[in-house]
């Protein structure tokens, strides 16, 4: 059965500094997601990671896919209270179409 | 273009009684699919149809759970007996294989409550 990790679940940082949030799963797949959630709304899509080595970058977020290592990471440069929200990764398992997610991380952002 | 649309967005129910949760996907998705969210967590799979077949319901939780969709489009979850339980937001996603991959887009939920 495919799972599928997140860490940190909360993570409170400053305005203008960096971190990393990490996916990880625990069967072979090539396709992974990153969505974001706002209080009270729905999922919007990020990032569509197809293949090993795979990188999406938009605006200060960029995404990475090692499929080898089962991981994604869902890098923020220089964050802003903007880009508080959840944060969800899903993996598509394999000769599946269903969607396994994370917990979701919680990122606050503070001026 | 108009994306998914769910009705309605806040239904409140009495335990036991029936409920239906209707899902209007993005047109010419010929994917579409029901997740269950509770407070805290992410999305759980619940059934896949494409076209108007189920193609996997392996997540309905139990037999009070079914859901159709009789032309291909618009699907209905409906909800037997409700308990309190069930009480979570219930989002709908379509997609299209467009570029060979299924990025789904999820539509503004239903949050059942049930008392």
């Known amino acids: 059965e495919l799972k599928v990790e997140q860490n940190p679940l909360f993570l409170s940082m400053q305005e203008g500094k960096n971190y990393t949030i990490y996916c990880n799963y625990s069967?072979?797949?090539?396709?992974l997601y990153w969505y974001r959630q706002d209080p009270g709304k729905s999922l919007e899509s990020l990032f569509v990671l197809l293949s090993n080595g795979a990188v999406k970058q938009e605006g200060r977020l960029m995404a990475s896919l090692d499929t080898k290592a089962r991981l994604s990471t869902l890098h923020i440069t220089a964050a802003v209270h903007d880009l508080s929200a959840t944060y969800f990764c899903?993996?598509?398992?394999?000769?599946?179409?269903?969607?396994?997610f994370g917990s979701g991380t919680r990122l606050l952002v503070r001026p | 273009g108009a994306g998914v649309s769910q009705t309605p967005s806040n239904k409140v129910t009495e335990k036991g009684k029936y409920v239906e949760l209707r899902c209007d996907p993005i047109?010419?998705?010929?994917?579409l699919y029901w997740y269950r969210q509770s407070l805290g967590q992410g999305p759980e799979f619940l059934i896949y149809f494409q076209g108007t077949g189920a193609a996997d319901d392996s997540g309905l939780p139990n037999d009070r759970f079914f859901a159709v969709r009789p032309e291909g489009s618009v699907s209905t979850l409906k909800i037997q007996r409700t308990e309190r339980g069930d009480s979570a937001v219930y989002l709908c996603?379509?997609?299209?294989?467009?570029?060979?991959?299924?990025?789904?887009?999820f539509g503004p939920g239903t949050r059942l409550t049930v008392l």
């Open positions: 047109s010419g998705h010929t994917a």
């Open positions: 069967t072979t797949s090539d396709r």
């Open positions: 899903a993996v598509e398992e394999d000769s599946s179409y269903k969607l396994i």
């Open positions: 996603a379509s997609s299209s294989w467009t570029g060979g991959y299924n990025e789904q887009f």
